[in-house]
């Protein structure tokens, strides 16, 4: 294992980290998945065996591939010949966690896209610094709650 392979790890977990929480995370998610498959492809990442699922989908139990990248473990859907030929390991294991690394999301961003060769950058909205914010009148405290109504005199 390289240092380089403990770095791409610890910015695949923080990648992975605010995905969970993100308002649209697919952009980190494509991150996430393009890295794993090229660490893979490489032979930097170990595929390890099989996993159910904590979040069963429409009420159906399901695998997911557990990969090691450096000290870091990650999940991933499997394919057909990962369901035959990996060794399933039953129920996740909660008890362990991935050691948490102190970088930022920007930085692990900036090492994933490096190391992918990427040059594409997710889009921003871009608005002029005169025009209003983005605001709804649906949203308006006063149509919410009759609490926010003027007093009558």
Same mark, same amino acid.
């Given at each position: ?79 057909? %010949?990962?369901? =035959? ?5 039953? $129920?996740?294991?909660? +008890?362990?966690?991935? *050691?948490?690394?102190?970088? &930022? ?8 896209? %490096?190391?992918? =060769? ?5 889009? $921003?909205?871009?608005? +002029?610094?005169?025009? *209003?914010?983005?605001?709804? &009148? ?11 109504? =003027?007093?009558?005199?």
């Amino acid at each position: 294992m390289t240092d380089n392979t403990q770095l791409i790890g610890q910015a695949l977990f923080i990648v992975n980290r605010h995905a969970k929480t993100a308002p649209d995370p697919s952009y980190l998610y494509k991150l996430k998945k393009a890295t794993m498959e090229q660490l893979l492809m490489e032979r930097k990442a170990e595929k390890v065996g099989l996993h159910f699922s904590n979040n069963p989908k429409h009420s159906r139990q399901h695998s997911v591939m557990l990969v090691k990248v450096g000290n870091y473990f990650f999940h991933m859907p499997p394919t057909k %010949e990962d369901m =035959k030929g990996l060794k399933h390991l039953g $129920k996740l294991d909660n +008890n362990y966690r991935n *050691p948490i690394p102190n970088l &930022s999301l920007s930085k692990a961003k900036k090492i994933l896209t %490096e190391y992918l =060769k990427w040059t594409e950058r997710p889009a $921003k909205i871009k608005r +002029n610094r005169n025009s *209003p914010p983005l605001t709804s &009148s649906y949203l308006h405290p006063a149509s919410i709650s009759p609490f926010y109504h =003027k007093r009558k005199k």
